[in-house]
């Protein structure tokens, strides 16, 4: 089975200034999706970005940028500029692609709740 | 377009009675989710639909539990005789196939609390 961990429960920034959270994985998987969630209080589930391991190529999405490293099985998720809106929880998850075990569902990790402090 | 949307967005139940939860995927999507999201689980698949193929039960905790898809288009996920334990916020997603096809879309979620 798949796992997601995300070891830091809660992280604080400044406005403008850069940070960096934490995921790592455990799959015996060779090909999969991997993804960053935004939460805010809304409730409302928000895409980041997405990564497919078959890309070596980190993946950025304007002020969002990760740190795919396959071999170590870590995918973080860097913001650039924080902004008082991008205060939300934080997920980590990840999916196996069509053909493997783990194909559909979403395994998710624990979550980090984000603020931006102005 | 529209998003997935959920229906309702909050609930309140008491124990014992059974409930259901509405979810309108994003038009043209084939494939569709459903997650529990609670304080003591975090984030749990509970059942995932694609087009006419038989789902994925392997995440419902328990036989009170039973999602059907109609048309290949709306879901209804049934709690029986709901218990304290699933009050949580039950999330719907929604994803088509092809390139970007592994992407989930998710709906605002239904806060479900049983008293």
């Known amino acids: 089975a798949q796992t997601v961990t995300q070891s830091q429960p809660e992280m604080s920034v400044q406005e403008a200034e850069t940070v960096t959270l934490s995921c790592t994985y455990d799959?015996?998987?060779?090909?999969?999706?991997l993804f960053w969630y935004k939460q805010p209080p809304s409730r409302q589930m928000i895409l980041v970005i997405r990564?497919?391991?078959?890309?070596?190529q980190n993946a950025t999405e304007n002020r969002f940028s990760v740190n795919f490293q396959k071999a170590a099985k870590s995918f973080s998720l860097k913001i650039s500029d924080s902004q008082l809106g991008d205060t939300a929880m934080y997920f980590c998850a990840f999916r196996g692609a069509a053909g493997g075990t783990s194909y559909g569902k979403l395994t998710f990790g624990q979550g980090t709740i984000l603020t931006v402090h102005p | 377009g529209a998003g997935v949307s959920q229906s309702p967005s909050n609930k309140v139940t008491e124990k014992g009675k059974d409930v259901e939860l509405r979810c309108d995927p994003i038009s043209g999507h084939t494939a569709l989710y459903w997650y529990r999201q609670s304080l003591g689980q975090g984030l749990e698949f509970l059942i995932y639909?694609?087009?006419?193929?038989?789902?994925?039960k392997s995440g419902l905790p328990s036989d009170r539990f039973s999602a059907e898809r109609t048309g290949g288009s709306v879901s209804t996920l049934t709690i029986q005789r709901t218990q304290q334990e699933d009050s949580a916020v039950y999330l719907c997603?929604?994803?088509?196939?092809?390139?970007?096809?592994?992407?989930?879309?998710f709906g605002p979620g239904t806060r479900l609390l049983v008293l």
């Open positions: 639909f694609q087009g006419n193929s038989a789902p994925d």
């Open positions: 799959t015996s998987e060779n090909n999969y999706y």
């Open positions: 990564q497919e391991a078959y890309k070596q």
């Open positions: 997603a929604s994803s088509s196939r092809g390139v970007q096809g592994e992407t989930q879309y």
